[in-house]
């Protein structure tokens, strides 16, 4: 980039030359949105780790603790369960999102008439809110009246019949079923997008050497795949381990007895019925931590494989 | 791809592709698919379709008749609905909330976006490290502190403090967005406004930002789609009923009157509907939108 036309005799100093080429722009465009990160962002991220180093109800004066928060957490046999079944969660939702978006998504590529119908009727739960959907789905697992029992008895299943909200046991699996229902179209509308930039001639030339329709999935149409599943995968597996608050929240609220449990919902009632602030704030920074892990994790795989997305 | 790639294959030749030849079992083939589909529909529309019947339904016929369309339209459940989960008020924060931290979101990330793309200064390439990373830490981890700042900022119960919150948690990604918007426009539009004496906030606003509007578009889509929806930042910042905005609304609805049914369904299609109608009159930009930045080429 040149310098602007119209400015004086750049001076020597660096600042001059900060000044009179683009930095002082640049400064003034970004200056906003720096404040803005740095007010909610930053500032939180930081003083979200002092806070977990110290002892404060959120009123008083706090007092200085060190680790102290983070070794309770290590034995808070509540927090482990939340994590195991955070951790359940993920891995659930984002399997069961990745091979039944994949599989939508073929069908979809074959349906040669009503493809953007059926597209958009199994994007439409997308784009209702966390809150709708898992009301709607408290109505769906109502043991008396729900349309899934009622379901059950319809075909003669009626042995099947759950409470599946209620049971300890089966809660946060009915929990994962809504979160996938949820979001399923977002990801299969994702790899339709991607199936459909694999080149026919692939597939002719597969075909030619005898390869069946199995074949060719192997062969060709998953490999080609392959950054597309990395894409859903980070889309998946970011949002599983933080955006599981509100469904919980609205179906079971972490029970029967924690059963449901994840990392948010504790953190959120450790904080706001217990006054842990800084309790909670340790939570946060050891979900942080894990997600992070996690999104480094894959990311270092993505380049290893020369995914390049 | 195993060995299956000949070479002395002529690629391309064959250019009616295998999805337009149909013999007989390529016909059950598309049977088995559309009847899969018909699964997937009823799967995702009918429950939407069950709140939409339930919610005209009297009480007595929620009971009798589960399944069907109701036999009389109650319309009076929705006005029901509306005056007592406070629909009005909801309705008018929500709007409110969203409609200030979307304008926030652009007005602050596109200037940013530009800098990023198109000026050399010091410090660039920190900033932009800072932007990705960042989109690595989920809002969510740091509720706590984020509720105390704030809590001292005296932005607590305040519609216009939580549209700040949520245009900073949309910014990163946001200005990455706009940032590979910026860096595909050509060099010689920008060059020739600049001899013409244009200002770059000028060059900004008159040259640029027409042509990144499909960008823009594609932020405002997450960003509706997340703070419209969102229900957790609201439930943290948000505490007095007064100025909560209609997720909560509904939550709050549902636990104090769980047992007014048809209400409460009417509510549901109150605050479901108009996003769905909005989503299937626009679904091509929408999902085109959603799918750009996923997926290349």
Known sequence: ?309 | MSGSANPSLPLGNGMASHRHRLGARGVLELVGIYAALVLVLLETIYPLLWVLFGSLKTKQEMLSNIWGPPSSLVFQNYVDAWRIAGMGSRIVSSVFVTGSALIILVAVATPCAYALARLRFPGRGLVLAVAVAAMLVPPQVMAIPLFMVARDLGLINNRLGIAFVYAATSLPLSVFILRSFFVTLPADLEDAARVDGASRLAILIHIMLPLIRPGVALILIFGFIEIWNDFFLAFLLLRDPSVQTIPLGLVSFFQQYDSLWTLYFAALTITTLPVIVVFIAMQRQFIAGLTAGAVKG
């Open chain 1, 1 to 309: 980039m040149s310098t602007r036309p119209q400015e004086t005799a750049p001076s020597a100093s660096r600042f001059g030359r900060f000044v009179s080429g683009d930095g002082a722009v640049a400064f003034v465009m970004i200056l906003p949105a720096a404040i803005l990160f740095c007010l909610f962002y930053l500032w939180p991220f930081v003083n979200g780790f002092w806070l977990s180093l110290h002892n404060w109800d959120g009123f008083s004066d706090p007092t200085w603790a060190g680790f102290s928060n983070y070794q309770r957490l290590a034995h808070d046999r509540i927090f482990l369960g939340a994590l195991r079944n955070n951790l359940i969660f993920v891995v659930a939702v984002v399997v069961l999102k990745n091979v039944l978006g994949l599989g939508l998504a073929l069908l979809l590529d074959r349906a040669l008439v009503g493809r953007t119908f059926f597209r958009a009727a199994a994007f439409i739960p997308v784009t209702m809110s966390f809150v709708a959907v898992g009301l709607l789905w408290s109505w769906i697992y109502n043991p008396v009246f729900g349309l899934l029992n009622g379901a059950l008895d319809l075909f003669g299943l009626g042995a099947l019949k759950q409470s599946w909200l209620g049971d300890a046991n089966i809660a946060l699996y009915s929990i994962i079923v809504v979160d996938v229902w949820k979001w399923l179209g977002f990801h299969a509308v994702i790899y339709l997008a991607g199936l459909q930039t694999i080149p026919s001639e692939l597939y002719e030339s597969a075909k030619m050497d005898g390869a069946g329709p199995v074949q060719r999935f192997w062969h060709v149409t998953l490999p080609m795949m392959m950054p597309i599943v990395f894409i859903n995968t980070i889309l998946g597996l970011s949002g599983a381990f933080v955006r599981n608050f509100d469904i919980v929240y609205v179906l079971t609220k972490g029970g029967p007895n924690h059963a449901t449990e994840v990392v948010l919902t504790y953190m959120m009632s450790k904080a706001f019925q217990d006054g842990a602030m800084s309790y909670a704030a340790a939570i946060g920074y050891v979900l942080f931590l894990i997600v992070g892990l996690a999104s480094v994790g894959l990311l270092a795989l993505m380049r290893r494989q020369k995914l390049d997305v």
